[in-house]
């Protein structure tokens, strides 16, 4: 008789599974080299066992940034590191669109200004995974992110028309109903705002000039995802020349 483990009991089983690898003699001489500054290269490593190996290192090094070959291999690394992986894992674009062309709704700039973000607060990735051409591309630096961010909480009070002007400016696009990233709509006391770095739009509602509630919702269907106490709105206009590469936003260990 064949007896079949539940779900959960194995997925815990694959989360402990880097644990074998960080018990063998040969992957502790290599971190001790590596804690040294030295080079290390292990072995025979491929396919699912390279999120397996990068999980083992993750002990040792709290951050780590992986460099792939290509795109989709970057993409497969993600995926197998979320069977392994119990820590915050981040895919980093790189960004094809052509010059000119405006930041504000091109899905692959909203990411890497994501990723970008997100190393500078708490909730900072473990694994930044990422390919060469988009490591070589440069990002808005430190200084320009937090120049042209603005924050929005419940309850602040807010210059409507310099805001929607705000918004302009900064290369967003006015429309009846967002539904991508880099539109907004304002009609009575509700603004609608879709950020390049947002998964989903946030619904701002007024009284008068004051706002009361602020929550992503869903475009299709118009329901609330979540309520939120506030939001950071970061704009940059498609002139903006970035100054500043991933590596300056991750620490000097990494």
């Known amino acids: 008789m064949v007896g079949v483990a539940p779900q959960a009991q194995v997925t815990d089983q694959l989360l402990e599974l880097h644990k074998l690898i960080s018990r063998d003699a040969g992957f502790e001489e290599c971190v001790r080299g590596l804690q040294r500054g030295q080079a290390a290269t292990f072995d025979?490593?491929?396919?699912s066992s390279c999120a397996l190996l990068t999980t083992a290192l993750l002990q040792p090094f709290p951050r780590i940034l992986l460099v792939c070959p290509d795109a989709r291999f970057c993409d497969d690394l993600v995926d197998d590191?979320?069977?392994?992986?119990?820590?915050?894992?981040?895919?980093f674009p790189d960004y094809p669109a052509a010059i000119g062309s405006r930041p504000t709704v091109d899905y692959e700039y909203g990411d890497r200004l994501r990723v970008v973000k997100k190393c500078l607060t708490a909730e900072a990735p473990d694994?930044?995974?990422t390919t060469a051409p988009a490591l070589l591309q440069p990002v808005p630096s430190h200084a320009a992110i937090e120049s042209h961010t603005r924050i929005i909480e419940?309850?602040?009070?807010?210059?409507?028309?310099?805001?929607?002007?705000?918004?302009?400016?900064?290369?967003f696009h006015h429309t009846t109903a967002v539904e991508l990233p880099g539109e907004f709509s304002a009609r009575g006391g509700i603004i609608d705002v879709f950020a390049?770095?947002?998964h989903a739009p946030v619904r701002i509602e007024l009284f008068d000039d004051q706002i009361e509630s602020l929550r992503f919702f869903q475009i299709d269907t118009q329901r609330s995802q979540a309520d939120v106490a506030r939001v950071e709105i970061t704009l940059l206009s498609s002139e903006y020349q970035a100054d500043g590469h991933l590596v300056d936003f991750l620490p000097t260990d990494c």
């Not at 590191?81 to 895919?91: D, K, P, Y």
Request: hydrophobic share 40%; with cysteine; net charge positive.
């Open 154 to 171: 419940c309850n602040q009070k807010i210059d409507v028309p310099q805001f929607k002007q705000w918004l302009v400016e900064h290369g």
């Open 127 to 129: 694994v930044v995974v």
């Open 44 to 47: 025979s490593v491929w396919g």
């Open 196 to 198: 390049p770095d947002w």
């Open 81 to 91: 590191l979320s069977t392994f992986c119990r820590g915050r894992v981040e895919r």
